[in-house]
């Protein structure tokens, strides 16, 4: 199973940056894993902007994939149990997961249809760009519990 997380825009903070380039890197030593940033939409208002992103986002998804949105109102696992959730999908067969975090707005309406599933980290909301890093942490550490590396404790 390849696991892809999207996101929109580049990371305007170096700490941030930093931090996803290193989760990234882990991830890619775990699994078949790729992190792919989508070009920054420009429009003169909330509603332009997220119709937008909704075209790239659908235009780049494939039916197959199964794609899974970062949204306060989705699904909130604890780690162990997100773990679970990934293993259960690599037993399915499932080609590709995308992951994929919004932008500062949110989703249009058409990427909540398209949707295989919900992730919520918290019912807090978080900037679109720190998510990045919390995911990226969360995401690497799934693996490890998979795996049974020494990276979380109970």
């Known amino acids: 199973m390849k696991i892809e997380f999207w996101v929109l825009g580049k990371t305007s903070f170096k700490y ?42 659908l235009e780049k998804v494939k039916p197959e994939d199964q794609l899974i949105l970062l949204d306060e109102r989705g699904k909130t696992f604890s780690s162990i149990q997100f773990a679970k959730e990934i293993e259960k999908r690599q037993m399915l067969l499932q080609k590709k997961v995308i992951f994929l ?33 919390l995911f990226l942490e969360q995401l690497y550490r799934g693996f490890t519990i998979i795996k049974g590396l020494p990276y979380h404790h109970e």
């Open 16 to 57: 941030l940056d930093d931090g996803i380039k290193d989760y990234s890197k882990r991830l890619e030593r775990l699994t078949d894993f790729q992190m792919l940033v989508l070009p920054d939409i420009k429009a003169s208002d909330a509603k332009s902007f997220i119709l937008k992103e909704a075209k790239q986002v």
């Open 101 to 133: 975090v919004g932008g500062a707005y949110g989703f249009d309406e058409s990427i909540y249809n398209r949707a295989n599933a919900m992730l919520s980290l918290s019912p807090m909301t978080f900037s679109h760009q720190i998510i990045r890093l």
